[in-house]
C-alpha cells in the first residue's frame, strides 16, 4: 500500500481559497486513483473529489464542484486539492485516500488535515 501525509491546512476567512497536498510515498500507476474526502463534525466522512492519476476522469461532489480542482504532480508523487470560494460549511477534517479502483479508492488513507472557514 502506498503511503499518503497530508499537508497545508488551516484557518481562512469565507470566500477564501487553500490549497492541500497530498504526498504519495512512491510512485502510483497511472490508472491509479487519488482521491479526497472530508468529514465535518458530527458528520459522517464524504466525498470531495476524485481523479485517476494520469489526470482523466475528475468528478467532484456536487456541494463542491465549480470551487475546488483536483489535480496532481507527477514528478513530486503527490497531489492537490485547490479550494477557492471557501464558506463555513466547508470546515471539516480533510483526508487523502487512494487504491486502484474509481468507484472506492480507499485502500490507503492519510492522516487527514484540519480546514477551518470563519464567517
Known amino acids: 500500500q502506498v503511503q499518503l501525509v497530508e499537508s497545508g491546512g488551516g484557518l481562512v476567512q469565507a470566500g477564501g481559497s487553500l490549497r492541500l497536498a497530498c504526498a504519495a510515498s512512491?510512485?502510483?500507476?497511472?490508472?491509479?486513483?487519488m482521491g479526497w474526502f472530508r468529514q465535518a463534525p458530527g458528520k459522517e466522512r464524504e466525498f470531495v473529489a476524485k481523479?485517476?492519476?494520469?489526470?482523466?476522469?475528475?468528478s467532484y461532489a456536487d456541494s463542491v464542484r465549480g470551487r475546488f480542482t483536483i489535480s496532481r504532480d507527477n514528478v513530486k508523487n503527490t497531489g492537490y486539492l485547490q479550494m477557492n470560494s471557501l464558506a463555513p460549511e466547508d470546515t471539516a477534517v480533510y483526508y487523502c485516500?487512494?487504491?486502484?479502483?474509481?468507484?472506492?479508492?480507499?485502500?490507503?488513507w492519510g492522516q487527514g488535515t484540519q480546514v477551518t472557514v470563519s464567517s
Open positions: 485516500a487512494a487504491g486502484p479502483s474509481y468507484s472506492s479508492p480507499t485502500d490507503s
Open positions: 512512491r510512485r502510483m500507476a497511472s490508472t491509479y486513483v
Open positions: 481523479m485517476r492519476w494520469n489526470g482523466s476522469t475528475p
